[in-house]
């Protein structure tokens, strides 16, 4: 590669805020590019043309010279060789050069070779690529690039070139190519815009300002008073680069390099730091430095014990006959399994703990190391692999935290292991309410005053030292994101050590993107402890407690509340489904535990809860493909959650732009889906059909706001086709064209992009979307007036006639305990009623027609559910075992024409309790 520092120039700053990403626009510039030079290189074409596709081509290679400076392919010099050609008219050259870097980009060869581009075929220099193929392992070496900081001399910058080039050996396992950037936000936006980049190498000093802008940066950069960088030293700049650095990207390794005496400076920066150098005095260090950070991220110690493992000879005198596949090579009749799966998924099949291997109940090798990797990636302090789904790691987090009797904050509509969990803990449940979306039959997610309200409830009761954990969604199914640090802080300003359980099934792929990971449990939990460590924040806590220590309960609710740095504890649980949105076999999911208390008062009880849901027979597939999963998020995780990000765009802005599709399709944006009190930044939606995307404003609502929408979940709404979301999930969707969701309600359905999302598959979704809507076209004009009626009335049904979603009602006083204390508390014992339905005696059978229940109702009998009724959608429970059915629940259950419904049979109505067994309860 060649250089590509240039001084800083006084001129006009680029704005690189643009398209959905720097990645597509590079693309798609290339290609624009491509198609103009190709043009161009016609033998028969007009003068006036001609001028047009300069000027084109001009402004392209003008752009992407910018863009470029970023990557290390290609090099500047390729820019030289470019223009070069574009001077002289070579149109001929141009166009063949210009095909060959999209090529090269687009198909990722230079990955694979050094690409000289002044040379006159594609495949030369067979010398340099052979140092990018590893043939021992006969496969080509991981390709990564390393940045460097550094304004020194374009010599300077050419030795570092070479001296490292120089040392790639055969035994090397991967191999890399530098670039190098002269300012510190050039930095920063070099490794937002460039994937490629694992490794940051910060030199002597360095400017600030970059002669490009990017305003996602602009929330980083505005900690920094200018004048005071300016006169900083040196040793101090590069230090702060770093924290900015592990800030946006926390997997890159960061090396410094310095001319101060590293003695002095080494015990402040080597928490951001993998090694100092002083006056980059061995090259051979730092690339053995870089290749062994790399290792680190690389290795995967599950994955590669079993796959040693596999190609041992053994011999099996164990449990499983399929192990080694014995079973299967020996039948005459099962022959095709092993002909669809291979060989070796049943070479790595066994019992066995030993023999390289590990045990998931007792992990102390392989297992072991690879949970510290992933808490190590996931920014942990704990992390634990768990192979039968999050339902499961819900019900350990649970039991190893809650005694029976705790009381416990709960949305209602989360997931059912939730509900269940409780059951078996004995917990007492306080079921917090979310603010519903009547329009579109789902509901949101629960507000910050309502989990206030109930803890101040508590606080006043005399019972907040009976509050144990406060359970929350994160995302919601539908991309509801919270303000993770807002919930944390005003809560633990209430009760300093309240214990948070984050469920993240969702959103595991989220701490691998700058703007989605500060919405993160694991990295709330970091900041937030860092923050209250610190003497800053002790002085502003004390200014704070002396202008709130007079406010009424009622003014609380609305302040924002700080918590007392002395008392709070930071105790924070997520987990996370790793295979619905990251890289792993089914059911295999993560808990991530960052609780300063956990080893002295949660490891054993944690312990026992995990022996007491896992298997002791654990799916190594899955333990492995966790492993393996857990490799690529810390080596392209960013890239790909970025591109995932990109593609859900791509898709929104296709269905708002075509005329066809947005007269009977929109995605709901934050106006639809987040009320505007919880929206002070007042920002209503990230994308305009007219401006394009606002990426500022994205950064700006996911910066202050309450709740703001994950992009890569899109609502589709039905209302204006007249196609219920199931019919349309069924009978068009997969039925058709083969298209697979996940989640429906009465008038949407939801789609997801994940890490695995490509550009056909958005193509394709876009073309059986216009499909679809032309033939509700085509229904319309064939349709006659008593057709176009019924039309109508689906249209109005789906868009007007929505019955409003039910609020939880209450528990029966017989399962309320806290309904017995003189100030009264909501919470409600479900362990007890949902034991109590086991004996059939005690329950009886109620249909939900208005009729019955007005028979129930007069004879003064208060209706309580015996058991959990969980219509799909919206997926949640609507009863939950000992809670009255209020008119709204029936209702809602009335209005429902959904075919699904746990806990619910037609023919037989509602299980509840009889009032004999509800007073044997209270009179028990």
């Known amino acids: 590669m060649s250089d590509k520092v240039e001084p800083v120039a006084k001129k006009a700053r680029t704005n690189l805020d643009f398209y959905h990403s720097p990645t597509q626009l590079r693309f798609d510039t290339w290609h624009r590019l491509e198609e103009y030079t190709s043009r161009l290189n016609r033998k028969q074409i007009r003068k006036a043309d001609v001028a047009s596709l300069r000027k084109k081509a001009e402004a392209a290679i003008g752009l992407l010279q910018t863009i470029e400076n970023y990557s290390a392919f290609p090099s500047s010099d390729d820019f030289k060789l470019l223009w070069q050609l574009y001077e002289q008219q070579d149109y001929e050259l141009l166009a063949r050069i210009v095909a060959r870097i999209v090529r090269a980009l687009t198909g990722g060869t230079y990955r694979t070779r050094q690409i000289n581009l002044r040379a006159p075929t594609e495949f030369d220099k067979k010398d340099e690529a052979s140092q990018y193929f590893d043939e021992e392992s006969n496969q080509q070496r991981p390709y990564f690039e390393v940045l460097f900081v550094d304004e020194n001399s374009q010599e300077d910058v050419n030795h570092i070139r070479t001296s490292l080039r120089n040392l790639r050996r055969p035994e090397d396992q991967f191999v890399y190519d530098i670039v190098v950037v002269p300012s510190l936000e050039d930095a920063l936006i070099a490794v937002l815009f460039n994937y490629n980049i694992q490794v940051a190498v910060i030199r002597y000093g360095f400017p600030l300002r970059s002669v490009n802008h990017l305003e996602i940066l602009q929330r980083y950069l505005a900690r920094i008073n200018e004048s005071d960088y300016e006169d900083a030293l040196d040793t101090e700049r590069g230090p702060f ?53 790399i290792t ?24 499983m006959p399929i192990s080694r596949g014995k079973s299967i090579t020996k039948s005459h009749w099962i022959k095709d399994m092993v002909q669809f799966y291979g060989t070796n998924i049943f070479l790595a099949e066994t019992s066995a703990t030993s023999g390289g291997l590990d045990s998931l109940l ?16 996931f920014g942990s302090k704990k992390t634990y692999f768990v192979t039968n789904g999050t339902s499961t790691a819900n019900k350990i987090v649970v039991q190893a935290l809650v005694k029976p009797t705790d009381i416990i904050l709960v949305d209602r509509d989360c997931h059912k292991s939730h509900h269940y969990g409780m059951v078996l803990a004995g917990a007492h449940v306080c079921y917090l309410d979310s603010y519903p979306l009547n329009e579109y039959s789902m509901y949101g997610a629960v507000p910050l005053h309502e989990i206030k309200r109930n803890l101040q409830m508590y606080k006043n009761s005399g019972q907040l030292h009976k509050v144990k954990m406060l359970l929350l969604t994160n995302c919601t199914f539908d991309g509801v994101v919270y303000n993770v640090e807002r919930v944390m802080e005003e809560c633990l300003a209430i009760k300093p050590d309240l214990i948070f359980l984050w469920d993240e099934a969702w959103f595991a792929f989220a701490g691998f993107t700058p703007t989605y990971r500060r919405r993160t449990a694991m990295a709330t939990a970091r900041r937030l402890q860092a923050r209250y460590r610190s003497t800053e924040y002790a002085v502003k806590y004390e200014a704070y407690k002396k202008r709130t220590s007079k406010l009424s309960d009622e003014a609380l609710i609305t302040e924002r509340l700080m918590p007392d740095p002395a008392l709070v504890r ?17 059911q295999g999911s993560m808990i991530h535990v960052y609780d300063q208390d956990f080893s002295h008062k949660v490891q054993e009880p944690f312990n026992d809860a995990f022996l007491t849901h896992t298997s002791t027979s654990p799916n190594y597939q899955i333990l492995a493909s966790l492993d393996i999963g857990r490799r690529q998020v810390e080596l392209e995780g960013f890239e790909m959650v970025q591109k995932q990000i990109e593609l859900a765009m791509v898709i929104r802005e296709s269905v708002a732009s075509h005329p066809l599709l947005s007269r009977y399709f929109r995605f709901l944006s934050a106006d639809d889906m987040i009320p505007e009190d919880y929206r002070p930044s007042g920002i209503s939606s990230y994308f305009d059909p007219e401006t394009g995307w606002r990426n500022n404003s994205m950064e700006e609502a996911w910066a202050v706001d309450d709740f703001v929408i994950d992009l890569s979940r899109l609502t589709l709404y039905l209302g204006k086709t007249g196609i219920d979301g199931d019919t349309f999930k069924n009978s068009y969707l997969m039925d058709k064209y083969g298209i697979q969701i996940n989640k429906t309600s009465r008038n949407t359905v939801l789609f997801m992009t994940n890490i695995g999302t490509t550009r056909s598959s958005v193509a394709f979704l876009i073309e059986v979307l216009v499909k679809i809507a032309t033939e509700l076209d085509q229904q319309r004009e064939d ?15 789906l868009s007007v006639d929505l019955p409003p979603l039910p609020d939880f009602s209450y528990f029966h006083h017989a399962f309320c305990p806290g309904s017995a204390q003189s100030t009264a508390t909501p919470e409600g014992d479900i362990r007890k009623a949902f034991f109590l339905a086991y004996d059939i005696e005690n329950c009886d059978y109620v249909t939900i027609g208005k009729a019955s229940i007005a028979r129930a109702k007069k004879s003064g009998r208060e209706l309580v559910s015996a058991t959990f009724v969980t219509p799909y959608p919206p997926g949640f429970p609507i009863l939950v075992p000992g809670q009255v059915i209020s008119e709204e629940i029936l209702a809602f259950m009335r209005a429902l024409d959904v075919k699904e419904i746990h806990g619910y049979e037609p023919e037989f109505g509602l299980q509840v309790f009889t009032e004999k067994a509800l007073g044997g309860v209270v009179d028990g």
């Open 362 to 377: 007792q992990p102390h090798g392989p297992i072991k190391k690879a949970q510290q990797l992933a808490s190590r990636a």
């Open 570 to 586: 930071i105790r924070t649980y997520a987990t996370q489904s790793t295979h619905k949105s990251l890289t792993s076999l089914r």
């Open 296 to 319: 680190q991220r690389y290795q995967t110690p599950f994955f590669t014990a079993l796959r040693k493992y596999s190609r041992q000879p053994t011999g099996v005198f164990h449990a």
């Open 241 to 293: 680069l770093g924290s900015l650095l592990a800030e946006l990207r926390p997997e890159l390794d960061l090396y410094l390099v310095t001319d101060a005496a590293v003695e002095d400076i080494a015990g402040n920066v080597t928490q951001k730091f993998s090694r100092i150098f002083y006056q980059q005095e061995d090259y051979l260090d730092l690339h053995l430095n870089i290749l062994r950070g």
């Open 783 to 797: 349709a006659g007036r008593v057709e176009r009626r019924i039309i109508d009335k689906h249209i109005k049904s």
